[in-house]
């Protein structure tokens, strides 16, 4: 219930703004569930949310070379949404880690 919660926050940040501002503050309740001794509940709580920021899996395109090729703002909303998934798959393995390292 808590997960689908957030994943329902995370899809209606419309704005690359509010899901980088989202980001932002995720960031700032892992290092401070992390700081000093880390904080089982604060840091699944930072977990959840990251996991729920997650893009579900897509299949990928067919190389047959079928399609409109992107525009500009395309390509770069792509690569900032691309950005923001690296960064969040790279919080959820860091506190994967610290999980598996205290508990």
Do not use: F
Not at 13 to 35: E, I, M, P, Q
Not at 41 to 70: F, I, N, Q, Y
Not at 74 to 97: D, F, P, W, Y
């Amino acid at each position: 219930r808590r997960l689908n919660k957030a994943q329902v926050r995370w899809q209606t940040s419309g704005s690359w703004k509010d899901r980088k501002s989202r980001l932002d503050v995720l960031k700032a309740r892992l290092r401070d569930a992390t700081s000093g001794e880390p904080d089982p509940v604060a840091l699944r709580s930072v977990l959840r949310d990251a996991v729920a920021g997650l893009a579900p899996p897509r299949t990928k395109a067919s190389e047959s070379g079928h399609g409109d090729k992107m525009d500009n703002e395309s390509i770069r909303r792509l690569r900032e949404t691309a950005a923001l998934q690296k960064e969040l798959r790279r919080m959820v393995c860091q506190m994967l880690a610290i999980w598996n390292d205290h508990w």
